[in-house]
């Protein structure tokens, strides 16, 4: 940390965010810190949305993460309800909605994503994205058994909004281009086993399957698909990926490319850092640059950043890990899951429910799946970190 630096914020009042601002604090930081976020809500967790909250198992308060009392014994500046507006490196401020000015001696940008949108049809009433907590709360408000509801895309967001909806009582389809739902995090195989499960639970699960459009007057009515048919829909949830927010700095002098281009450090800029969902950074053990949408990520890059914005000049290289509940299914992943990698069971069976899984690329083990063995999957984690080369057969 350089003696200049005395003032310090953190855009984005998420997970990342508040990592962020705790580290700083626990890393001896005693300047000032501001804390600004674009919506009214304490920091609060996003994973429980498509599961606790959506359900109804949990209020909405229960998803924060840090209440007042604690964010008071942190010192904050605290800025929610605005939006930061634009980034000027030469002055080291920002400008927030509300149209003051704050200044800085280090920044880090937490700002994450927004989901993206159907470009036909998505302004219908009964059509939902899932990123807020009054997202949660509206699209859990049309939870009405008997209801017929259509997911399109059958991502991890969107597979776990079918198995709550399913257990809620409606009826739902889960649509997707790809031949298998979660194909892009497990792969084919893998990803069969998950449309057998949704079927298993009443799901109609159309893979290969492109949308045309969504159809209504001014509440949506049907999924138009791209072979002509149409589903009906009483609710529709679009779960077709996200884009980072990055709007606001373009013309920051910050690279963008999906997201925010960052070092092995996280570092966008000089004494500027990025971490979470919007952060695109060189991974020295990957030998690329990555963005990750994952909750564990989130907090080990803000601490990461934080603990670099203070001079530790740490290259930040994760084996990434990530999970998902349906049902009663618990899917947990160490590592990375690239095109062509070949999964392969060593310990359990498919049949059994239970089952450790090997992901081999280029004759080493760059992933590893859990299906319902939690305990197990953290052992094998060091297998991923240490890539494994798998003998010859």
């Not at 030998?287 to 930040?316: K, M, W």
């Amino acid at each position: 940390m350089t003696p200049a630096m005395d003032r310090v914020v953190v855009v984005g009042a998420s997970v990342a965010g508040i990592t962020a601002v705790e580290t700083l604090r626990r890393r001896g930081f005693a300047g000032s810190i501001s804390l600004v976020g674009q919506e009214l809500h304490l920091p609060y967790d996003r994973p429980p949305l498509s599961k606790q909250v959506l359900t109804g198992q949990w209020d909405a308060d229960r998803a924060i993460i840090r209440g007042r009392s604690d964010l008071e014994q942190l010192g904050l500046d605290l800025r929610l309800g605005v939006r930061a507006n634009s980034l000027f490196l030469d002055s080291r401020q920002i400008e927030l909605s509300d149209g003051e000015r704050l200044g800085f001696d280090g920044l880090i940008l937490a700002t994450g994503v927004t989901p993206r949108q159907l470009p036909n049809g998505h302004e219908l009433s009964g059509v939902h994205v899932l990123r807020t907590i009054e997202d949660a709360l509206a699209l859990r408000a049309q939870f009405v058994r008997g209801r017929r509801l259509v997911v399109v895309g059958a991502g991890f967001l969107g597979c776990e909004v079918a198995a709550a909806a399913t257990q809620a009582g409606l009826h739902v389809s889960l649509v997707d281009p790809l031949p298998a739902p979660m194909m892009r995090q497990l792969g084919a195989e893998m990803g069969s086993l998950a449309a057998t499960l949704h079927r298993d639970h009443g799901v109609e699960v159309l893979c290969h399957t492109g949308i045309d459009r969504l159809v209504g007057d001014n509440a949506v009515t049907g999924v138009e698909l791209s072979t002509g048919t149409v589903l009906p829909a009483d609710l529709v949830l679009v779960s077709i990926g996200a884009v980072p927010v990055t709007d606001w700095l373009v013309g920051s002098g910050l690279t963008l490319d999906d997201g925010i281009v960052c070092n092995d450090k996280c570092e966008a800029a000089p004494g500027v850092y990025a971490a979470g969902d919007v952060a695109r950074w060189w991974h020295n053990g990957l030998n690329a640059h990555v963005r990750v949408e994952h909750r564990t990520n989130a907090t080990e890059q803000a601490i990461a950043a934080a603990e670099n914005l203070l001079g530790s000049d740490r290259s930040f290289a994760p084996v990434p890990y990530f999970w998902t509940n349906q049902y009663d299914t618990r899917i947990q992943a160490y590592g990375t899951f690239p095109t062509g990698s070949r999964p392969t069971i060593v310990t359990g069976s498919t049949e059994e429910g239970r089952f450790i899984a090997h992901y081999v690329s280029d004759d080493r083990i760059t992933g590893v799946l859990s299906w319902n063995m939690p305990k197990q999957i953290h052992v094998e984690r060091e297998v991923v970190g240490n890539r494994a080369q798998i003998p010859a057969v």
